[in-house]
């Protein structure tokens, strides 16, 4: 079974400050991981994925993750906060044996960028 | 050109009445999905099409019907409403070979009265 964590649902930060959003995973098997972003009233959007031997993944946005396999993480960070960047943003993990496209998603973390 | 289209975008309802959401992707995918999201965003698959099949089916009461007429389109049937289906439902796209890789529509937001 899979299964994400994320500490935190509301996660505030100044604009230019550091953001950090954490996810934690349980898996069975190993996992490919993801983040989507959600901006307000729209679906969501791929930010990034973990699905191979490269640990430290770089997406849009100036975001990046680090899949670190001994803490079971994939934590979110970007170094400087724009405004433009607050909205919801969820964690997910499927099994790298899954071929049917079963996401499981964390509960979300919403970010709120202050001026 | 919006790649994966809902409608329609809100559906305010009364318990017991039956209600539909259409999906639309001109992406070319052949695999399509529905989500809910409930009042606290948590995200749950409901069920996955690959080239109108259904594939996925989560613990959905049965009074929930997606119906895939072509792989572009992925519609959801809902009968006997209930307050608990209030929720917004998300409607998904990927392309084989990419299944993680999805494509969100915007979302409709069912309330149920």
């Known amino acids: 079974a899979q299964s994400v964590t994320q500490l935190g649902s509301h996660v505030s930060v100044s604009e230019g400050a550091l953001v950090l959003l954490r996810c934690n995973y349980s898996s069975s098997v190993p996992p490919y991981l993801f983040w989507y972003v959600q901006y307000p009233n729209q679906g969501l959007q791929l930010l990034l994925k973990?699905?191979?031997?490269?640990?430290l993944v770089k997406g849009i946005n100036g975001f990046e993750a680090e899949f670190k396999k001994s803490e079971t993480s994939f934590h979110l960070t970007k170094p400087s906060a724009h405004m433009s960047d607050a909205a919801e943003y969820f964690c997910?993990?499927?099994?790298?044996?899954?071929?049917?496209?079963?996401?499981?998603f964390g509960r979300g973390t919403q970010l709120t960028v202050w001026p | 050109d919006t790649a994966v289209s809902q409608t329609p975008k809100y559906l305010v309802t009364q318990m017991g009445n039956d209600k539909s959401i259409k999906c639309e992707q001109n992406?070319?995918?052949?695999?399509m999905y529905w989500y809910k999201q409930d009042s606290k965003k948590f995200l749950k698959i409901m069920f996955s099409?690959?080239?109108?099949?259904?594939?996925i089916n989560e613990t959905v009461p049965n009074r929930f019907s997606p119906k895939s007429p072509d792989k572009a389109h992925l519609n959801l049937h809902i009968n006997s409403l209930e307050l608990g289906d209030s929720a917004v439902y998300f409607c998904a796209s990927s392309q084989e070979g990419h299944l993680y890789e999805q494509y969100f529509g915007p979302g409709t937001r069912l309330t149920v009265t």
């Open positions: 099409y690959n080239n109108k099949e259904l594939i």
């Open positions: 997910a993990v499927t099994g790298r044996g899954s071929t049917l496209g079963r996401l499981y």
């Open positions: 992406l070319g995918h052949d695999t």
């Open positions: 973990y699905t191979s031997a490269a640990t």
